[in-house]
Nanobody, 120 residues
Framework: QVQVAESGGGLVQAGGSLRLSCAAS????????MGWYRQAPGKQRELVAT???????NYADSVKGRFTISRDNAKNTVYLQMNSLKPEDTAVYYC??????????????WGQGTQVTVSS
């Protein structure tokens, strides 16, 4: 059973920092793209940052210069360092991983989400 699980959310004041982690576990061949998405109340889920296995990164304009995505491939883990947080960053943050199973097929896995609340 392949699972993806986030950790590290919480409550922080505006201007503060948080670091989210997301680890993939179970039996699989490889992990392709890993990324972070978020969903604020009443809004659609949106991309925050993604990082393919090749190491390039992609960020939403709203977080560029404040958030940094990184991966530890040995630990099957992706991180999101969030600095200079703003109240508008408040959302449930989800991790998504494209994982190639032993069959050779890739599948999309989502974590359960972790709440990030930024107070003004």
């Amino acid at each position: 059973q392949v699972q993806v699980a986030e950790s590290g959310g919480g409550l922080v004041q505006a201007g503060g920092s948080l670091r989210l982690s997301c680890a993939a576990s179970g039996r699989f061949y490889s992990i392709e793209t890993m990324g972070w998405y978020r969903q604020a109340p009443g809004k659609q889920r949106e991309l925050v940052a993604t990082m393919p296995s090749g190491g390039s990164t992609n960020y939403a304009d709203s977080v560029k210069g404040r958030f940094t995505i990184s991966r530890d491939n040995a630990k099957n883990t992706v991180y999101l360092q969030m600095n200079s947080l703003k109240p508008e960053d408040t959302a449930v943050y989800y991790c998504k991983a494209i994982i190639v199973r032993d069959s050779g097929y890739g599948y999309q896995y989502w974590g359960q989400g972790t709440q990030v609340t930024v107070s003004s």
